[in-house]
T-cell receptor
Framework: GAVVSQHPSRVICKSGTSVKIECRSLDFQATTMFWYRQFPKKSLMLMAT?????????EQGVEKDKFLINHASLTLSTLTVTSAHPEDSSFYICSARVTSGSSEQFFGPGTRLTVL | GIQVEQSPPDLILQEGANSTLRCNFS?????LQWFHQNPWGQLINLFY???GTKQNGRLSATTVATERYSLLYISSSQTTDSGVYFCAVGEGGGNKLTFGTGTQLKVEL
C-alpha cells in the first residue's frame, strides 16, 4: 500500500512555457502533500506544503507565483512551473502523508524537467 | 532550522560486507525516516523510526532520540544495495521533512 504516482516522469519544454506536474496518492487519502526539488548529486529540498482545500505553504525563498500549487482533492496535488526558464530545470518529487495515523511520508517517482 | 548530517558521504563495499550509516540531527524530532534512492530517482521507504529499533531482512535501524542520532545497518551487502541513502527528520506539528546530506553507497563484486 501507500503508493504515490507522478505524471509526467520526464518533460522537456521551451523557455517561457508553463508545465504542470501531477501527484496522486493511489491507495490512500492525503490531506497533506509535499513538493521537493533535487539538484544533481544533491539532497532534496522542500519547496512547499500542499493542503487539501486551502492555500499551499511555501518555504522561504520559493516564489509562490512561479510555482503554483493546487490540492483540489484528497488524492491529487498539482505543481505548475510558470514561465519556465533553464534554471528551473531540476528533478521534482512529491510526497504524501496518510491522513490519519503516523506521520510517515511516501514519495512519488519524480519528474525530470528540462527547460531549453 | 534543524540540521541533519549523514556520514560517511561516500562508501565503497565488497559484496557480502556489512556497513553502518549514521544520521545526526540538531534538535528534537517527531519523525525520522530512512530512504534508499535508486538510480532512477525513486525514493524507497526503508524505515519509519522516530525512536527505537526495527529490522527488515538484511537491514536494521536504531534511533536514539535523546542523543539525536540514528543508525542504519546493512548486512551482507549486495550490488543492488548501491545508491544513495537519505535520512530525513520531521519536527513540530507540520510534518515537514528535512533531508540529510546523503550517503552514496557502491557495492562491488
Amino acid at each position: 500500500g501507500a503508493v504515490v504516482s507522478q505524471h509526467p516522469s520526464r518533460v522537456i519544454c521551451k523557455s517561457g512555457t508553463s508545465v504542470k506536474i501531477e501527484c496522486r496518492s493511489l491507495d490512500f487519502q492525503a490531506t497533506t502533500m509535499f513538493w521537493y526539488r533535487q539538484f544533481p548529486k544533491k539532497s532534496l529540498m522542500l519547496m512547499a506544503t500542499s493542503n487539501e482545500g486551502s492555500k499551499a505553504t511555501y518555504e522561504q525563498g520559493v516564489e509562490k507565483d512561479k510555482f503554483l500549487i493546487n490540492h483540489a482533492s484528497l488524492t491529487l496535488s498539482t505543481l505548475t512551473v510558470t514561465s519556465a526558464h533553464p534554471e528551473d530545470s531540476s528533478f521534482y518529487i512529491c510526497s504524501a502523508r496518510v491522513t490519519s495515523g503516523s506521520s510517515e511520508q511516501f514519495f512519488g517517482p519524480g519528474t525530470r524537467l528540462t527547460v531549453l | 532550522g534543524i540540521q541533519v548530517e549523514q556520514s560517511p558521504p561516500d562508501l565503497i563495499l565488497q559484496e557480502g560486507a556489512n556497513s553502518t550509516l549514521r544520521c545526526n540531527f540538531s534538535d528534537s524530532v517527531n519523525n525520522l525516516q530512512w530512504f534508499h534512492q535508486n538510480p532512477w530517482g525513486q525514493l524507497i521507504n526503508l524505515f519509519y523510526i522516530p525512536s527505537g529499533t526495527k529490522q527488515n531482512g538484511r537491514l536494521s535501524a536504531t534511533t536514539v532520540a535523546t542523543e539525536r542520532y540514528s543508525l542504519l545497518y546493512i548486512s551482507s551487502s549486495q550490488t543492488t544495495d548501491s545508491g544513495v541513502y537519505f535520512c530525513a527528520v520531521g519536527e513540530g506539528g507540520g510534518n515537514k521533512l528535512t533531508f540529510g546530506t546523503g550517503t552514496q553507497l557502491k557495492v562491488e563484486l
